[in-house]
């Protein structure tokens, strides 16, 4: 069975920072491109970044981009994103996702594991 665990989620104010991980098996990191989504209430899930497993090619939502960055230690099964400059529309609970694929994409159905997720909540 694979495990996702998130971690690093919190309460900041907004301009601030956070760093979240997921760490997983060696197995499911060594062949999966990994992703970030989030969900505010009341809305859809929605995509934030993905980083794939070859050349770390990184992909990121127009929302996101130049404020969040995707990385991944392949040495410790773990992928991060550094949330910089935060707003308080960041507000949502953060999923960590797997796909059994090497290549990064920003389509929901792609990714077949889940973590349970962190809340990050951003006050203005």
């Known amino acids: 069975q694979v495990h996702l665990v998130e971690s690093g989620g919190g309460l900041v104010q907004a301009g601030g920072s956070l760093r979240l991980s997921c760490a997983t098996s060696?197995?499911?990191?060594?062949?999966?491109?990994m992703a970030w989504f989030r969900q505010a209430p009341g809305r859809e899930r929605e995509f934030v970044a993905a980083?794939?497993?070859?050349?770390?090619?990184?992909l990121y939502a127009d929302s996101v981009k130049g404020r969040f960055t995707i990385s991944r230690d392949n040495a410790k099964n773990t992928v991060y994103l550094q949330l910089n400059v935060l707003k308080p529309e960041d507000t949502a609970v953060y999923y960590c996702a797997a796909r059994t694929n090497i290549f990064a994409t920003a389509r929901r159905e792609e990714y077949r594991y889940w973590g349970q997720g962190t809340q990050v909540t951003v006050s203005s």
């Open positions: 980083v794939g497993r070859i050349g770390n090619t990184t």
């Open positions: 060696r197995f499911t990191f060594t062949y999966s491109a």
